[in-house]
């Protein structure tokens, strides 16, 4: 096959055999035909480079990674785009598919987790000082092995997982409250800072979450002013 450019980073094969896809240092992720070799398509990442591939176990869809740091999802009937997920600002450079098709595990700034039923992204592990390289899954779904690049190997298990997740939704609720706290406050002629000051000295929050939190705060408060 001619991959059309030098440096093939990625490829996957299909769940039929049929189809070979592969990624190298521009903009598209190539699609070819294994039985002779012909080039069935291309998907174009414009302006970014797609770095990592991944099918589905039903090969209803490819999903990609590019280093705008997004996780892509094709539809493999007729390869158009069905989501794209913002998962870091640094890049993403490997995808993988857990055993029962419903998450995406991407390496990228950190590890990031997709939820593949409704295309949004699930939450971030931090499982190494630096960034992680490489993703892969257990049989039976219930770990996680991640590397990074500070040559450290990480599992992640179902009982972070649900940790992790539990304090995103926590997260998701407090956000909530503290916006209609602002919106309160600014109908009052008070300002809302004060609620800043008091989330960066919370505790119970992680510093990554609290950093987040903190910084989507900030950009409400930004958006209310006239």
Known sequence: LDSKSANVSDLAISPDNQLLVTTANDAFARVWKLADGSLVGELDHSPATPNALAFARDQHELYSADNAGNALVWRTHDWTIVAKIACSNDGAWR??????????????????????????????LRPHRESPFHVDWSPDGHQLATAGQDDTLGVTDDRTLAERL????????????????????????????????????????EPPERAALLEALTRHIVALRP
């Open 95 to 124: 995808v993988g598919v857990s055993p029962d098709g419903t998450r995406l595990a991407v390496a990228a700034r950190h590890v990031s987790l997709v939820d593949l039923l409704e295309h949004e992204h699930l939450v971030t």
């Open 166 to 205: 539990e304090l995103r939704r926590t997260c998701s609720e407090r956000l909530e409250r503290a916006k209609a706290e602002i919106g309160r406050r600014i109908a009052a002629g008070s300002q809302p800072a004060e609620l800043c000051e008091d989330l960066r000295h919370d505790d119970s929050l």
